[in-house]
């Protein structure tokens, strides 16, 4: 799917009468759908990007999103950098990062090994957004 698909899909949903929360991106299908049903299930709203640069599109054009999980692994931009200039941007944007690979450089903000139970990353959420309203 197109960046731009992507993008479009995304907003719609976005716009659907519920504002989203939380943004999931992972390049990843199946590890992102999962993650994001869960957050679902749990009452959050989510939307979801495969890569940084439709992440980066869908927060500037999605303003209610208030916290941003992003793998650190992807082919057009890591979710280091992703998230670095997401947080330059919309300052107040919470940010977790979750990666099954080791991670050599130190990673600053909150942090997830994959394979995660969703008991942490609910535990996570909860810590940078609260419970859903």
Same mark, same amino acid.
């Given at each position: 799917m197109s960046i731009e698909n992507e993008c479009v899909l995304a907003t719609e949903r976005a716009h659907d009468g519920a504002s989203p929360a939380i943004l999931v991106v992972d390049d990843d299908e199946e590890v992102r759908i999962i993650v994001a049903e869960?957050?679902?299930?749990? &009452?959050?709203?989510?939307?979801?990007?495969?890569? &940084?640069?439709?992440?980066?599109? +869908?927060?500037?054009?999605t303003p209610s999103i208030r916290l941003l999980i992003s793998d650190i692994r992807? $082919?057009?931009?890591?979710? +280091?950098?992703?998230?670095?200039?997401?947080?330059?941007?919309?300052?107040?944007?919470?940010? +977790?990062?979750?990666? &099954?690979y080791f991670v050599a450089q130190q990673v600053t903000r909150r942090f997830l090994r994959k394979p995660f139970r969703m008991i942490d990353?609910?535990?996570?959420?909860?810590?940078?957004? &609260? $419970? $859903?309203?």
């Open positions: 869960f957050l679902e299930d749990f &009452g959050y709203s989510v939307v979801q990007a495969g890569g &940084g640069r439709a992440a980066l599109k +869908i927060l500037e054009s992807m $082919p057009d931009m890591s979710g +280091i950098e992703l998230t670095d200039r997401a947080t330059a941007q919309w300052d107040a944007l919470k940010v +977790i990062l979750i990666s &099954g990353l609910e535990s996570a959420v909860r810590a940078e957004l &609260g $419970p $859903p309203h």
